[in-house]
């Protein structure tokens, strides 16, 4: 994509900043990148260009052109081009429209940055919070610009998944819900705006939903490690990849009324023998640990990371043929 005139400052060149800081630089915008750690700047465009490279080299080539890209060298060069390193937090905020912040989940850290970020922004940024949990409300009640603040957590692998949650505070001006979810929809991504906040949004809240009661299931012994993953990944996540859960309990019926009557009464009873959330520590969790040691091993995580993103892109490929 050609080069927009328009900046977009990152706050925390880590995971999450370094995959914002590409995702925005291959859809033309200008970037400012800040962290605290100058040494972690160097890493991060260093890491920008890996990844450019291993969609290159590592993809197959109906994904790369999926992607839109032709990945050579003189093309990372035009993407690193657009990213601007920078120490000095005023310099790096400076003209942005947009700031978004991917620092540590830490509510005291966040605050003490939004202080600073606040100190230096004007009413027509916007000042943007990568946290995967902490409330909007809570992260900006005491900012001065806390009409101009908003949540947009993406998911990881952040150039892969589509989704992507805006979490307005209940303050947050209408118009910087917009700009969000258009520069969002604008990359091919799939924003999705919470009507209102609640802790851990909706993605960490089905995902826990999920892990809690299949820590559960293994912890009442009832099943092993192995075949929890199997049911999802050679059955639910089958039909899951293509419709949500009320869409799917609609075809599981005669639409969602008859489900209601069918199964409701069920689904009370089953639901009222789940046991409450745990901490995840103990004999279950170590023998959770040494069973997936069988399955994936601590060392081959990275190897095992690499393939996963690779079956994410070519699903996404097929959805898109859908
Ligand atoms: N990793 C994920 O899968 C994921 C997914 C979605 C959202 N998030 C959220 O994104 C945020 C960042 O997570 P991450 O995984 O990228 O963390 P990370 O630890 O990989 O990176 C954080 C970066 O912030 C820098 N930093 C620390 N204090 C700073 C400060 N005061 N000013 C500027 N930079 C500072 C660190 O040096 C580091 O480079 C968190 O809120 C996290 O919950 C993470």
Known sequence: MEAKNEIITIIGSGIIGKSFAWIFALNGYTIH?????????QKCIDSIKQDLKDIGEKCTDTIRQDLNVIVNDMYIEKIIGRVFAFTDLAKAVNNAFLIQECV??????????Y?????LMTVKQILSSSTSSLLPSILSKDLKHKKRFIVCHPVNPVDIVPIVEIVPAPWTDLDVIKTMKDLLSGMGKQPIVLIKEVPGFIVNRLQYAILNESYNLVNRGIVSVQDVDKVMSEGLSLRWAFLGPFQ?????ANGWNDYCDKYSKMIKEVSDTFDPPQLYEGKTSDSIFQQLQAIIPIGKLNQAREKLANQMRTLLKLKKQN
């Open 33 to 41: 990148i800040f962290d605290v750690d100058q040494s972690q700047l």
């Open 104 to 113: 540590p989940e830490n509510l005291e850290l966040k605050r003490k940055v």
């Open 115 to 119: 202080k600073e970020v606040d100190g």
């Open 248 to 252: 799917i309990a609609s075809l599981n």
